[in-house]
């Protein structure tokens, strides 16, 4: 089992930025695709961006490319999301999640993720 947390939501103006982390409570994460993923209320949970088990493959939704870069630190076992230029529609709930399949490939799909972190709220005012 992977434990996973999430650190780093709050409330920024449009325009600004956050970094979240998540960190994993185990080394074998090292060996697994993660991905962040974020739910508005009333929305279904989609896919944000992904990254492969040694951050050499990097995968991004439309809507957050060239604002959000994704990146790991497999020596702290930590996951990042810099988020910068957000929008009050970047407004959601964000998850960590750790695919255990051992792939080269990034999921797209939420199913395909096998460990999820509890979530950490990022808000944009307008």
């Known amino acids: 089992q992977v434990q996973l947390v999430e650190f780093g939501g709050g409330l920024v103006q449009a325009g600004g930025s956050l970094r979240l982390s998540c960190a994993a409570s185990?080394?074998?994460?090292?060996?697994?695709?993660m991905g962040w993923f974020r739910q508005a209320p009333g929305k279904e949970r989609e896919f944000v961006a992904g990254?492969?088990?040694?951050?050499?493959?990097?995968l991004y939704a439309d809507s957050v490319k060239g604002r959000f870069t994704i990146s790991r630190d497999n020596a702290k076992n930590t996951l990042y999301l810099q988020m910068n230029s957000l929008k009050p529609e970047d407004t959601a709930v964000y998850y960590c999640?750790?695919?255990?399949?051992?792939?080269?490939?990034?999921?797209?799909?939420?199913?395909?993720?096998?460990?999820w972190g509890q979530g950490t709220q990022v808000t944009v005012s307008s």
């Open positions: 999640a750790a695919d255990d399949s051992g792939g080269s490939r990034v999921p797209v799909a939420p199913l395909r993720y096998d460990y």
């Open positions: 185990r080394r074998t994460v090292s060996l697994y695709a």
């Open positions: 990254i492969s088990s040694s951050g050499g493959s990097t």
